[in-house]
């Protein structure tokens, strides 16, 4: 083989692999995410609020309004989702996740929970979110959640 054939198949490569490798940051914001549907689906509610900020400053938008806190977003999860049924099966879909500087990230994505409704019949919750993720002693958390 000739070697601007080589070089070619060698650039084109890094390219591909470049254009689909994840940073590691991002792979982490990916995983965390994992980690809360696995804990929701589990009905771990605490596993699934440790991505959370630990902080007052905490801030939920939803379709109720603006909610602030770590303990108020727990105490709305627990009466809205009560119990294993009650939560059901949560997927998320990531459509985006962007670095914004070194210590902050935003994720962009669609979420959906199958649970038994009070019917007895499959109830279907969906909708889109926009998480704003910061990065603190090496670990990620949501500091800002807009569920819709």
């Known amino acids: 083989m000739n070697r601007p054939v080589c070089w070619l198949i060698a650039f084109c490569g890094w390219i591909f692999f470049n254009a689909r490798a994840q940073t590691k940051d991002e792979a982490s914001i990916r995983v965390a995410l994992q980690a809360q549907a696995q804990a929701w689906n589990n009905a771990d509610l605490e596993s699934f609020m440790s991505w959370y900020e630990p902080s007052e400053h905490l801030l939920f938008v939803s379709k109720s309004g603006l909610q602030k806190g770590w303990q108020k977003l727990y105490e709305r999860y627990r009466k809205n989702y009560p119990g294993k049924e009650g939560m059901g099966r949560l997927h998320f879909e990531i459509i985006e996740n962007?670095?914004?500087?070194?210590?902050?990230?935003?994720?962009?994505?669609?979420?959906?929970?199958?649970?038994?409704?009070?019917?007895?019949?499959?109830?279907?919750?969906?909708?889109?979110?926009?998480?704003?993720?910061?990065?603190?002693?090496?670990?990620?958390?949501?500091?800002?959640?807009?569920?819709?």
Not at 119 to 132: N, P, R, S
């Open 98 to 148: 962007r670095k914004i500087t070194r210590k902050v990230f935003y994720t962009v994505g669609k979420w959906e929970v199958k649970r038994t409704g009070s019917d007895g019949q499959e109830e279907v919750l969906q909708g889109y979110f926009t998480l704003l993720w910061r990065k603190k002693k090496g670990k990620w958390f949501i500091v800002a959640d807009h569920t819709s």
